[in-house]
């Protein structure tokens, strides 16, 4: 099995608590002594990793990109996720599970995992045919939640949604055309959020299989907001509303 790339300090950092094992080497900038680095050396080096100087071009060329703050680590991959009846299973409480449908950008999955970790999202799901998977930019901008919250890439996204439902876990999509507002949906509970790519929005089918379709209101000129953003929106209500134990409770 080939090795992957990481990049950045976060995402290194939480392979490094995680799975330092499977860190096969980390180049960092030769150059950059400032604290932030000195410690992040000091920890890859406690962990048991192999540190190796590097200049800017040889940082930017693994990386693939000059995005890197001068860290970028070779590592093993680690092994598959579980399935998504084996996370499911192993939760304790209600469920909450995000719902990816044709979100192809790797900047938007990266800032959904991020605030997906923040509000303690079990897994996020999305179809294997119609997303991006988790590749080193992905990682960078989740900022280490692409190592903590399984992302679980499904052959059929409407048949999984119907076992969600055959578990007793509401689906609830976003549409810009929905009836109710999600200030006045029903968040509690075992919930799936799911969300579609901007502009194009949830693919038919998907949208069908929802249980309830619900908006978030928008108060300017513009129609919609980016996908990452709304899952943070959808995602810290559907929290309020659980931590309160109560619905439909903002004005």
């Known amino acids: 099995m080939s090795n992957k790339v990481l990049f950045g300090f976060h995402a290194v950092t939480v392979r490094l608590k995680t799975a330092p094992e499977s860190v096969v080497e980390i180049h960092v900038d030769a150059t950059r002594r400032d604290a932030r680095m ?39 991959p680690l092994a598959p ?38 509000a303690g999202v079990h897994a996020v799901v999305a179809p294997r045919d119609h997303a991006v998977g988790l590749n080193a930019t992905v990682a960078k901008v989740a900022s280490g939640a692409a190592e903590t919250v399984p992302y679980l890439m499904v052959t059929n996204l409407a048949r999984t949604l119907g076992e969600l439902k055959e578990r007793d876990i509401r689906v609830v999509g976003t549409s810009d055309d929905a009836p ?19 502009g194009s929005g949830l693919r038919q089918l998907t949208r069908k299989t929802c249980d309830e379709l619900v908006r978030i209101p928008m108060a300017g000129a513009v129609e919609s907001l980016n996908v990452s953003v709304a899952a943070g929106v959808c995602l810290y209500e559907a929290s309020r509303q659980r931590t309160a134990g109560g619905a439909g409770e903002a004005s």
């Open 38 to 76: 000195r410690q992040f050396v000091e920890r890859a080096v406690a962990a048991g990793a192999r540190v190796v100087d590097s200049d800017d071009a040889r940082l930017a060329r693994l990386a693939g990109t000059a995005r890197h703050q001068g860290v970028v680590a070779r590592v093993t």
């Open 81 to 118: 996720r579980h399935s998504l009846d084996d996370v499911l299973d192993g939760v304790t409480g209600a469920p909450l599970v995000l719902v990816l449908d044709g979100i192809t950008d790797p900047h938007n999955l990266g800032a959904c995992l991020r605030v997906a970790d923040g």
């Open 180 to 198: 109710r507002t999600l200030w006045q949906a029903d968040l509690t509970g075992p919930l799936a959020l799911v969300l579609g790519a901007e």
